[in-house]
């Protein structure tokens, strides 16, 4: 049986020099893969490379078994892959609904402002004039109500306060529950640890450390981050 | 004021701003500098004398329009304009440059003198109290209506939305799932198609000639400075302002006048509200 | 021969001028013939009342001095108040030399109308097929000597800087709009100057020559030859002009051929023909990067003010109809680290942009001691003391590191007569130093590497490092931490604590993480929904029911 999410050997970066290599990892429906390393050692890389903003020059990237490698992002979004960025993660120019609004298949937002009622007072507003945090949110909402099968974000947590980290990773938990596959970058261990079922560390661009829940203690993670 | 000067600046307004359309949309949606705007206005005009010089009956000066800039359009989005977008300056340069191809290809293939075509009306219609063409008339109407067509569609659509999303983010724009590459190549030549209409209705009314785009590239970047970028509400203010001023003083002190006063206006509001006039209302 | 070549060279001096401007500054002028007819039509004027040489040239200083004047005016007047160049400023540049076109051709009394002037002698009754020559050859290599020199001088990378980064350059103390208008006025001289020789050359001048055409024929020789390199522009208008006159009478597609090169450069090599020129040169001759060395000691910085208590006054803050500060009042001890927590949105980082200006409060008043610091233009913050790291890191990001801290070294010291010395590029702290020696900040091994180059995280530690370069004496911290690892966290706050302590002054500090709130703060600031909900020490600020409700609840 083919896994929702097959990557192969993927090397790839920007231009002619490559940021990540080699990698080789499989993400199951239903399960959230956890991806750690220090500052510029690749996640960011390998969490587009996977997403279609950039092109792998190695590997392969299968999506139900069927290769995704050679497609631009906006047909692999198509497919089911949805992502949210570390960076420029809303759009600034347009205002909360819009961007709630623009993604294909949403479903309507609403459960989640129960969570996150600031949002749902600001939707008049426009994305960028809301502090760094509030937009984490809002990007983290557009991709949860998005009708995908594989997720992909790149750290979501970054400038969050910790309750709402807490109730992203809620979040995460019920799509995983529902059947969609989750690709986590993440050097906040406090999100990371309490939803991952498997995990995959990367230094220097190479896998470093993989491991399940249940075999990974904190000081393994701990010492993925530290080195 | 008479009713010949009511209905010049009817005509002067209406014909202005269905020329900075195209480039509302090139310049305020997808963020280029298009230079060469007012070629593809004259591009357009130079319709009729194709459909003339091959013999084709009129009513094919429309497709035929639409397909010669259509198509020259498309091919300079795909070969230079797509590598432009964020480089606002650079889109500058570039579609000057194109500007100057395009003069002197139209050049080569036509030559350097006037032509001029007949409309497709003829006669006058009693307006106000005034014999006033109807040709003109006729396109007076017709720009209202399409202007009107254009924004009720507009406020349904989520495609300007959706341009303007792509321009401030378009990874992100990618990766939710729009098709940047069609979207901008379709906008761009959706507005240099509009310019190439414009062309297309002035064409019985000027003289048709290589060099003809330049005045009203300038005249488009005026209305669209002073209405401000962006609304289609915007547009019809800043075409209004600039041709009912260069209208106004033209008829009541000179053409000289008429145009250093657009240019003085136009350095105000480049200054003091390069937001357009509307941006005060916020 | 030498008379065409006399002609290129002086659309060579005018492009060079725009050169300086666009390449270094960003700002494009669309309008450069502007001065340059100006000073044509001046020129042709004075010739035609009295050559007499020593008078001529007195004036034509007095009229360069005048277009300077008056340009640097005009581009700090529309450049004050916005932190990007944009497509505004040229476009009035456009409009200005449209007006002169139109004014040259109508008032036909002053200026002879569209058959323009002539009947005057060239300068100092020099032959223009002959001897003139040398005067026009002698002006381009003073102009050229001219902008080499300036490109050593720190005024170059200040105007790089201001290119890369403006809201960052003002934050470190710079004027940019002065900047940029000084660049102005700069490269409108060198037109005038080039519009004077062309009078004189030429012996008429015509409405063309303060036209929209040949500004845009000027650009266009910048843009071919070369905007970054100090001959490109040289090398432009001289090649362009030679090759057209070869060539537009034999070949017919000469004006095509010429659109399409000018679009191949713009696409495909910004850096038009010099960078071709220059990179072949490297191939051969390479060079390798040389990192700035520190080896000067700087001066003492003007924004370690006394240290003050920071007081915010009933302060609100209305963008549009939203509402982001709600009358925030407290007051800040002189000396200490105050951390600032709240929800998302509570108006955190929206309260320190109302401390240095990077927005107006709309009512109540902010006081540093007893000067008022609220709604001042952002450059004036570190002149009070006030220095400003970013959420997001913001720093210059073509440059290399080695430069971006030079940069950050000038911030607060640099005076005008230092604009024209090389040592500040050498200048060195302790306080810089002490950050860059820490054999843990990753920093000193890349010296020489472009910004862009670098993870977040080390942009955090560069952004830190040039804010506190200037020793500012009221430090603001937006989320330092934020993209770090533990360890890398561990060690900013202890240079945080580090450079409190030998400062004696006042950090502000946003964080989330309530660990290192905890560890650093002296006092700590808890904004909601855009006032204040409590002020006071860590330990009170834990206990407090109203915060753990906000903490805990999600609710409003």
Not at chain 2, 86 to 113: K, Y
Request: glycine share 10%.
């Amino acid at each position: 049986m083919t896994a929702l999410l097959e990557i192969d050997g993927l090397t790839g970066g920007y231009q002619d020099t490559n940021v990540v290599f080699d990698i080789s990892v499989k993400i199951e429906a239903g399960s959230l893969l956890g991806v750690l390393g220090r500052n510029g050692v690749g996640k960011t890389t390998f969490a587009r490379l996977v997403q279609g903003g950039i092109q792998a020059s190695h590997g392969e990237i299968r999506l139900d078994g069927q290769p995704i490698g050679n497609l631009p992002a906006h047909v692999r979004r198509c497919l089911g892959i949805g992502y949210m960025p570390q960076t420029a993660m809303v759009f600034d120019d347009l205002t909360v609904q819009e961007n709630l609004s623009l993604g294909r298949n949403g479903k309507p937002p609403d459960r989640y402002f129960d969570l996150f009622p600031r949002l749902a007072e600001r939707l008049k507003q426009p994305a960028g004039t809301m502090s760094g945090g509030e937009r984490k949110i809002l990007a983290f909402v557009r991709t949860m109500i998005e009708d995908t099968k594989l997720i992909i974000l790149d750290e979501p947590s970054e400038g969050v306060q910790p309750e709402n980290i807490d109730r992203m990773a809620g979040c995460l938990k019920e799509r995983v529950a529902e059947g969609a596959g989750v690709l986590l970058c993440e050097q906040n261990l406090n999100m990371l640890a309490g939803v991952s079922d498997l995990f995959l560390g990367i230094d220097s661009g190479r896998v470093s450390m993989t491991g399940t829940a249940a075999s990974t203690s904190r000081e393994d993670l701990n010492a993925v981050l530290m080195l | 004021m008479s009713s010949v000067l009511l209905l010049n600046l009817a005509w002067q307004i209406s014909t202005l701003a269905l020329v900075a359309l195209g480039l509302a949309i090139v310049f305020g949606k997808l963020r280029i500098m298009n230079m060469a705007h007012g070629e593809f206005v004259m591009i357009g005009a130079y319709a009729p004398v194709i459909t003339s010089m091959l013999g084709l009956p009129g009513w094919l000066q429309l497709p035929v329009c639409l397909a010669t800039v259509g198509f020259v359009a498309f091919v300079l989005e795909r070969t230079i304009i797509r590598h432009l977008y964020g480089r606002m300056f650079d889109s500058l340069l570039a579609t000057w440059g194109i500007a100057i191809l395009l003069r002197e290809i139209v050049e080569l293939v036509f030559g350097r003198g006037y032509q001029s075509v007949s409309p497709p009306l003829t006669g006058t219609f009693s307006v106000l109290g005034a014999d006033y063409p109807a040709y003109r008339i006729a396109v007076i109407i017709g720009i209202v209506l399409g202007f009107i067509g254009l924004y009720l569609w507009n406020t349904r659509s989520k495609v300007a939305t959706q341009i303007k999303a792509m321009v401030g983010n378009p990874e992100l724009a990618e990766a939710i799932g729009i098709d940047t590459a069609r979207l901008s190549a379709g906008a761009f030549v959706f507005g240099c198609c509009t310019a190439g209409v414009a062309g297309l209705i002035l064409a019985p009314t000027v003289r048709i000639e290589p060099m003809m785009g330049l005045d009203y590239l300038i005249r488009s970047f005026f209305a669209l400075v002073v209405g401000g970028l962006g609304s289609l509400e915007g547009l019809g203010i800043g075409a209004g302002i600039i041709a009912g001023t260069q209208t106004f003083l033209g008829a009541v002190a000179s053409q000289t006048y008429g145009y250093l006063a657009v240019l003085t206006l136009s350095i105000l509001f480049l200054w003091l509200k390069p937001n357009g006039v509307r941006s005060s209302s916020h | 021969m030498a008379y065409q070549i006399g002609l290129y060279l002086i659309y060579g001096i005018a492009a060079q001028g725009i050169g300086f401007l666009w390449g270094k500054t960003g700002v494009l002028p669309l309008g450069q013939s502007l001065f340059f007819g100006i000073a044509a039509y001046v020129t042709a004027i004075t010739l035609k009342v009295d050559g007499n040489l020593f008078l001529n040239l007195v004036l034509a200083a007095m009229v360069l001095a005048l277009i300077a004047g008056v340009a640097f005016v005009l581009a700090t007047l529309v450049f004050r108040g916005r932190n990007e160049s944009g497509p505004y400023f040229s476009l009035i540049t456009l409009a200005l030399v449209m007006i002169a076109e139109q004014v040259a051709g109508t008032a036909t009394s002053l200026t002879g109308g569209f058959n323009g002037m002539s009947g005057f002698n060239s300068l100092g009754d020099l032959d223009p097929f002959g001897n003139f020559y040398y005067v026009i050859v002698a002006a381009t290599v003073a102009v050229s000597l001219l902008l080499f020199i300036l490109n050593r001088l720190p005024i170059n990378l200040i105007a790089k800087a201001v290119l890369d980064n403006e809201p960052r350059m003002q934050l470190l103390g710079f004027p940019t709009h002065m900047i940029k208008g000084a660049a102005f006025a700069f490269s409108a001289m060198i037109a005038a100057m080039a519009g004077g020789l062309f009078a004189s050359h030429q012996g008429i001048v015509t409405p063309t020559s303060t036209g929209f055409a040949l500004s845009a024929e000027m650009v266009i020789l910048t843009a071919v030859g070369g905007r970054f390199h100090v001959l490109g522009p040289l090398i432009g208008a001289v090649i362009v002009g030679w090759a057209s006159a070869e060539l537009r009478g034999s070949f017919p597609y000469w004006e095509l051929l010429m659109a399409l090169v000018f679009i191949l450069v713009v696409l495909k090599a910004p850096g038009g023909i010099a960078e071709l020129l220059e990179a072949a040169f490297r191939r051969v001759w390479p060079k390798t990067p040389t990192p700035l060395t520190p080896s000067v000691v700087a001066p003492p910085t003007r924004s370690g003010t006394r240290p003050a208590p920071l007081r915010f006054e009933d302060v609100q803050l209305k963008i549009g109809v939203v509402r982001i500060l709600n009358g925030v009042s407290f007051e800040t001890p002189a000396t200490g680290i105050v951390s600032v927590i709240g929800p998302n949105g509570a108006g955190k980082t929206s309260a320190l942009n109302t401390i240095t200006g990077n927005l107006n409060v709309t009512g109540g008043r902010i006081m540093l001691g007893e000067v008022r610091i609220d709604s001042r233009p952002p450059h004036n913050a570190l002149g009070n003391g006030i220095g400003r790291k970013l959420q997001v890191p913001s720093v210059f990001f073509s440059l290399s590191v080695s430069e971006n801290l030079a940069i950050a070294m000038m911030a607060g010291r640099l005076r005008m007569a230092d604009l024209f010395r090389t040592t500040p590029l050498q200048w060195r702290s302790r306080s810089l130093s002490r950050v860059l020696n820490n054999p843990s900040v990753p920093l000193k091994n890349e010296l020489t590497d472009p910004v862009q180059h670098l993870p977040q995280g080390h942009r955090q530690f560069l952004e830190y490092a040039m804010t506190v370069a200037a020793e500012p004496s009221v430090l603001l911290l937006d989320e330092p931490c934020a993209g770090l690892s533990p360890d890398e966290t561990a060690l900013m706050t202890e240079l945080v604590r580090v450079y409190q302590i030998e400062t004696a002054g006042l950090v502000i500090i946003i964080e989330h993480d309530m660990s290192i709130v905890e560890a650093i703060s002296d006092k700590v600031l808890v904004l909601h929904l855009g006032q204040v909900l409590a002020f006071d020490d860590y330990k009170k600020i834990r206990d407090n029911p109203d915060v753990q409700a906000v903490y805990a609840g999600g609710t409003k």
